[in-house]
């Protein structure tokens, strides 16, 4: 059983998102991922994350998939990161326990820009890294369950 990626990216916070991409891949490649079995998708904002996801899921292909969410969500002086936050996260949640996929998470929150970096510019570290892994991890034990 192959297994694909598909990290479907919110393009707000550009030099943040730069770092979790490339993070993320670096991580999946340094697991013996291979490129081809990468797909990247990018939208306007975290909200259409888990619209993007939902719309491939509904496509039906028949590839073996798990979905990376990324994005960089930044508190203000609203509370409008926070229901940002909170409504993609259930929503990722949601799709994902109604359509039997995994999707990983990693749409990072902060109370500011220097944390933000923090968590998604660097190298092994950053939440980016961490997504990598965790797919990588659970496409192996659903793997291993089918062998």
Same mark, same amino acid.
């Given at each position: 059983?192959e @297994?694909?990626y598909h990290? #479907? #990216?919110?393009?707000? $916070?550009e %030099?943040?998102?730069?770092g979790l #991409?490339? $993070?993320?891949i =670096?991580?999946?490649?340094d697991s013996?991922?291979?490129?081809? =079995?990468? %797909? +990247?998708?990018?939208?306007?904002?975290?909200?259409?994350?888990p619209? +993007? !996801? *939902? &719309?491939d899921?509904?496509k039906?292909k028949?590839?073996?998939?798990?979905?990376?969410a990324?994005?960089a +969500? !930044?508190d203000?002086?609203?509370n409008?990161a926070? @229901?940002?936050?909170?409504?993609t996260?259930? /929503?990722?949640?949601?799709? *994902?326990?109604? =359509?039997n996929?995994?999707?990983? =998470?990693e749409?990072v929150?902060?109370?500011?820009?220097?944390?933000?970096? !923090?968590?998604?510019?660097g190298n092994?570290d950053t939440r980016?890294?961490?997504?990598?892994k965790?797919? +990588?991890k !659970? /496409?192996s034990n659903?793997?291993?369950n &089918?062998e």
């Amino acid at each position: 059983l192959e @297994m694909y990626y598909h990290l #479907v #990216v919110s393009e707000f $916070n550009e %030099e943040l998102i730069s770092g979790l #991409v490339d $993070n993320t891949i =670096n991580s999946l490649i340094d697991s013996e991922i291979k490129k081809e =079995n990468i %797909e +990247v998708s990018y939208v306007s904002g975290a909200y259409e994350i888990p619209q +993007v !996801i *939902s &719309y491939d899921i509904s496509k039906g292909k028949i590839l073996p998939k798990i979905y990376i969410a990324l994005g960089a +969500v !930044i508190d203000g002086e609203t509370n409008h990161a926070q @229901m940002i936050i909170s409504s993609t996260g259930k /929503a990722l949640l949601d799709l *994902s326990i109604k =359509n039997n996929v995994f999707i990983i =998470n990693e749409i990072v929150g902060a109370p500011s820009y220097k944390c933000a970096y !923090i968590r998604c510019v660097g190298n092994k570290d950053t939440r980016g890294w961490y997504a990598g892994k965790a797919a +990588v991890k !659970i /496409a192996s034990n659903i793997i291993s369950n &089918y062998e």
